[in-house]
């Protein structure tokens, strides 16, 4: 006697798109992820899970097409055809009338380290699977670059 199942629903599934964290960035995303417990569990447990597959890798290797913060992406939601640009930040620094996403958002949490050409499925807050596509990322002026001194007004 063989038991069957029928009560599961399947879901599309494909395998998961490679990620890359700045090692710069990590200490920060960790924590925000340990700190998301109280208030969204189930999102920080999806960051966790993230963080734990990808490759961490020095900042100064982070490929330019790979989504980190501070970069702008644009993406395509491959059911209506319709592309967004939003710009990955921290949480204290998101402001959605400016497109500025939080990382700590389901969309924040599925654009991190991917890179330009990833496909991805994500799951909207009211629980529809739709499949994006990161069409390009662009990243910030370099922070590191050294600050230059103002022309001299002579």
């Known amino acids: 006697m063989t038991a069957q199942t029928t009560d599961t629903v399947k879901k599309p599934r494909t395998r998961a798109p490679k990620l890359v964290i700045n090692e710069d960035e990590l200490t920060h995303i960790e924590a925000l992820a340990e700190g998301g417990y109280q208030r969204n569990p189930v999102l920080a447990d999806r960051l966790l899970d993230e963080i734990g597959r990808a490759r961490i890798v020095a900042a ?22 319709q592309e967004k640009n939003v710009t990955l930040v921290y949480p204290e620094n998101a402001d959605i009338s400016r497109n500025r996403v939080s990382l700590m958002t389901p969309i924040g949490v599925s654009l991190l380290g991917l890179a330009e050409g990833a496909a991805f499925y994500w799951d909207t807050r009211d629980d529809q699977r739709r499949m994006l596509t990161v069409i390009s990322v662009q990243q910030p002026e370099s922070v590191a670059a050294p600050v230059q001194d103002p022309p001299n007004a002579s």
């Open 60 to 81: 100064a290797k982070m490929p330019a097409d790979v989504v980190s913060i501070g970069s702008s992406v644009v993406y395509r939601d491959e059911t209506t055809g």
